[in-house]
C-alpha cells in the first residue's frame, strides 16, 4: 500500500495511453504521479478508482510533456500498469 512504483519513461511519445487493472475484490485507488523535469521533482496528476474486474483507461494529453510516470496503490495488491506509447 503507497509505495511508488519505478520510474518509466514518458518523454517523446506524443500518442499515451495508460491502462490500470488489478485482482482485489474490493476497489483500488490509483495515484499517478509525473515528473515534469527529469530532476525528481514529482507531482500529483490524478487518483482514478477501479472497480474490481474493471479495467480503466487513461489517455494523456498531448500538452503534457512530463519525463517520467510512476504509480502507488492506497492499499496492497496485485494491479498492473500498461503504458501503450507511439
Same mark, same amino acid.
Given at each position: 500500500?503507497?509505495?511508488?512504483?519505478?520510474?518509466?519513461? #514518458?518523454?517523446?511519445?506524443?500518442?499515451? @495511453?495508460? +491502462?490500470?487493472? $488489478? !485482482?482485489?475484490? +474490493?476497489? @483500488? &485507488?490509483? $495515484? *499517478?504521479?509525473?515528473?515534469?523535469?527529469? !530532476?525528481? #521533482? /514529482?507531482?500529483?496528476?490524478?487518483?482514478?478508482? @477501479? !472497480?474490481?474486474?474493471? +479495467? @480503466?483507461?487513461?489517455?494523456? &494529453?498531448?500538452? *503534457?510533456?512530463?519525463? /517520467? *510516470?510512476?504509480?502507488? !496503490?492506497?492499499?496492497?495488491c496485485s494491479a498492473t500498469a500498461w503504458l501503450e506509447?507511439?
Open positions: 500500500a503507497n509505495a511508488k512504483s519505478d520510474p518509466y519513461l #514518458m518523454w517523446g511519445y506524443d500518442q499515451r @495511453v495508460m +491502462t490500470l487493472s $488489478h !485482482a482485489e475484490p +474490493t476497489p @483500488v &485507488e490509483f $495515484h *499517478i504521479e509525473l515528473d515534469l523535469t527529469g !530532476a525528481g #521533482m /514529482w507531482v500529483p496528476y490524478e487518483r482514478r478508482e @477501479v !472497480a474490481p474486474g474493471n +479495467t @480503466v483507461r487513461v489517455e494523456f &494529453e498531448t500538452a *503534457i510533456q512530463a519525463r /517520467w *510516470i510512476r504509480l502507488s !496503490a492506497n492499499k496492497s506509447y507511439k
